[in-house]
């Protein structure tokens, strides 16, 4: 699995993004499939994930501005992220992975979201 983000940008604070994500390979519906971040000198930390039926879950700093969705026809899962707040800047990972005995990882390049306030 080759996973492709896209979206990545300047934001002026209090308004909104739109993160893609596009995975190759057939095993799609499988994977849950997150949207992680990292700041300058943080540890990278999950955002949102959503599982191949379509359960979510979201950090707290993120719940009710973030909306992570995913179509299991294109293979791709979207972060739309709005009222968006300067410290959301980082530079944001897609990730898909097999949970359970049949683990599997895939972390795809990041893509930069500035906020400007």
């Known amino acids: 699995v080759q996973l492709q983000a896209s979206g990545g940008g300047l934001a002026q604070a209090g308004g909104s993004r739109r993160l893609s994500c596009a995975a190759s390979?057939?095993?799609?519906?499988?994977?849950?499939m997150a949207w992680y971040v990292q700041a300058p000198g943080k540890e990278r930390d999950l955002v949102a994930e959503i599982n191949g039926g379509g359960k979510t879950n979201y950090a707290d700093s993120v719940k009710g501005r973030f909306t992570i969705s995913r179509d299991n026809f294109k293979h791709t899962v979207d972060l739309e992220m709005d009222s968006l707040k300067p410290e959301d800047t980082a530079v944001y990972y897609c990730?898909?992975?097999?949970?359970?005995?049949?683990?599997?990882?895939?972390w795809g390049p990041g893509t930069l979201v500035t906020v400007s306030s």
């Open positions: 390979g057939t095993i799609f519906s499988l994977l849950t």
């Open positions: 990730r898909a992975y097999i949970p359970g005995d049949s683990f599997r990882d895939y």
